[in-house]
């Protein structure tokens, strides 16, 4: 029988309390030094408390210079790590464990915040108003150094007391660039064949786990597919987890779309998948059949009967994300049985180009983060508007994304 609470031990031998995890949210609550400070402390101790066994922390950038959003943090090798200690002892207090989840947006990185942004290949991304700047080509010597700064925010993050790091090769971001062939059209090493297209992803693993070993925890987001006409498939998603499966991954975590095509919202779900819950459980399941490290599903996860089925059908750590952003305490009610679900509303602008990326749903969740950050409870009244506006006026920023 599928049980929520049954303990996970990973190859690297972490033992992960039970199959609930918080999954990655961007918290976008840095301080102007890129740093976590008081009020991501204090929403990591409403996660720590909310008896999820792991934590996944939103988006660490690895460069500073090149923001996904507004506030982001940023580890890199000067990054003092004081910050870090107390936001992992913070979510540690009750028994989580946490992990950071490194990352680099390349093309992903708003105008306002990059006026040109890097990527494999000069192309831009596909949005409306200008978002996005026309992004410049990587050069190899500046494909190396990537590599090298995705592995020293990994150190660091370990240094910091974190038990493990997710590296973020999904969602449109640099990784799921180079492992695209809509957006890598180069002719060297790096771009071509899928196996030139995994090798940056590869050579972030592989990197990472030479310097820290077997006993660090290293897991990864990968796409199931970007839901876009020659972009990266199913087939591609299913041999490039089989190779990590072959390295030694730790966790994989299925997820899938771009900001050009924001599955991973939830927006585009299919009545099937409704019915289902979670948006990537299909795909799950057939690569379920070809490796057999862990695997973690996150999104559309509402009822405890859902929850179970996934369990009892092979996915091992089960992702919540917008449950706990309405209730930080949601996981310790499911796995009590003192909750058996959460009915969560559709967050809509009524403007089909704003509703199409999710991105006033986004905006709604990440203000519920903040005022949990500010000591507050989850509002389910608050107005779709004001939450975009405050945030607006928070960050001085116009965009925000998971």
Known sequence: MPNLNRPLTL????????RLAKA???????NQKFLPDTELLRLYESFGASGAGLLITGNILVDHKSLGEPN????????????????SNTAKK??????????????????????????????????????FAQPRELKEDEIIELIRKFTNSAIKLKEAGFDGVEIHAAHGYLINQFLSPLTNQRKDKWGGSLENRMRFLMEVYRNIR???GKEFSIGAKLNSKDFQHGGFSEDDA??????????????????????????????HE????RLREAYFLEFAHLLRKQVDCPMMVTGGFRTRDGMDQAIAEGIDILGLARTVAMDPSFPKKILSGESMGMMLKRISAGIDLVDSAGAMEIGWYQKQLVRISEGKNPDPNLSNWDAVSSLIMKSGKRFFFF
């Open 24 to 30: 990655a949210m961007s918290e976008n609550l840095a």
């Open 238 to 267: 299913t041999e490039v987890g089989k190779i990590l499966d072959q390295e030694g991954i730790d966790l994989l975590e299925i997820s899938g779309g771009t900001y050009e095509k924001a599955a991973m919202t939830g927006v």
């Open 11 to 18: 190859r690297s031998k972490l033992t992960i309390p039970n």
């Open 270 to 273: 299919k009545e099937t998948t």
């Open 94 to 131: 009750n028994g989580s464990l946490i992990w950071g989840q490194i990352n680099h947006p390349g093309r992903q990185s708003p105008v306002l915040l990059s006026k040109q942004p890097v990527a494999p290949s000069p192309i831009a991304v596909n949005a409306p108003f200008g978002i």
């Open 210 to 212: 030479t310097k820290l």
């Open 72 to 87: 982001n943090i940023a580890l890199e090798e000067d990054t003092p790590l004081e910050n870090f200690i107390q936001w």
